[in-house]
């Protein structure tokens, strides 16, 4: 409901903006042309000017303050500049001619639009250099002088990894950055928090659980001192896909996504994003069997063919039995005897290590 009150709020505001533009645009007409037909052209063009200003104010969703901020002073300062040095000039050369006023308007536009450029060119190098001074200070207090000389990092090195919801909700990415192979700063955008408390506010427990399980998964790497995350504001209100805003923010700040969302993870590949998919990096860290290994296994089920038995290894991995259909329930040792890799997965095959049951056996016998 507050989000319905909130654009609800931002759509009265801006219908209110249009009409008071135009009937502005109206008054003045009138007041200055003493002409009816006159005075209509002035509310079109009240009116039109209201449209662009909302127009421009939903475009600038996409935009930080940031950027907002240094563009609006380079904007400031490139008209001041042109004004402060072309004022004099024109107004000797070019007096009460309308090439004069024209030129002069010409000018403006384009050092207002040099000026703000070039502000928003600084407000990218300037967050950049601040990330990357930031963390090579923090590198710098953990190590000494002679390791801060040797492994000293660019200028402008800066590693943002970008969380999404399905990342937080699956959980394994605490783990991972727990064990510090994530470098960089872990980055939130508010509006991935907005839909895992969406998610943990749904009437669907199933939903609900996984919800609160993200939120869970969030208070931990935030209490974790070694992991550095952040939050940001950043929204696109022109977008309203969630994985869209993801790609959105990760090419504007040039960060990589984590995720477990394969749909995700193939659309920023198109896009040229980079993308850290978990489930990638635990089908990296199987462990490697090679056909004559022994383990432990828990039959959990029949196979398919006859005397089969089905067993399954700690990231998934489907483990088939030979001999093994009456073995369900038990854990026995077994060899490896060939090991398949399939376009869904690994598949291994094994049998039951028969020389160590039979040790097994005799020594049960031995002790009765």
Known sequence: MKILNKEFVLFFIRIMLVLTSAILGYLIGKEYWHNDLLSYVGFVFGFTIGFIVVLVE???????????????????????????????????????????????????????????IIGLRVSDDFSMGIAADSSSRSNLKNKPVSENISN???????????IDTSSLIDGRILDVAKTGFIDGILVIPTFVLHELQHI????????????????????????????????????YFNIKEVDAKLIAFAKERGGKIITTDFNLNKVAQVRNISVLNINDLTRALR??????????????????????????????????????????????????????????????????????????????????
């Open 287 to 368: 462990p490697i069997l090679l056909p004559g290994e022994m383990m432990t296994v828990l039959i959990a089920k029949e196979g398919r063919e006859k005397n089969q038995g089905i067993a399954y290894m700690d990231d998934g991995t489907m483990v088939v039995v030979e001999d093994a259909m009456k073995l369900v329930g038990s854990e026995p040792e077994v060899i490896v005897t060939s090991v398949f890799q399939t376009s869904s997965g690994r598949m291994i095959f094994a049998k039951i290590n028969y020389e160590k049951e039979q040790v097994q056996q005799s020594s049960n016998f031995n002790l009765s």
């Open 152 to 162: 000293e990092q660019p200028s402008d090195y800066c590693s943002y990894k970008i």
């Open 58 to 116: 939903r475009s600038m969703g996409s935009i930080s303050t940031r950027k907002i901020l240094t563009g609006g002073i380079g904007l400031f300062v490139g008209l001041l500049i042109v004004n402060y040095i072309t004022y004099q000039l024109f107004k000797a050369f070019f007096t009460s001619s309308v090439l004069g006023y024209v030129t002069y308007a010409f000018v403006n536009f384009v050092a207002g639009y040099m000026g703000l």
């Open 200 to 235: 943990a506010d749904s009437q669907d427990p199933l939903k609900r659980v996984k919800g609160r399980r993200g939120l869970d998964i969030l208070k931990e790497l935030m209490d974790d001192k070694n992991i550095k995350i952040e939050f940001t504001d950043v929204d």
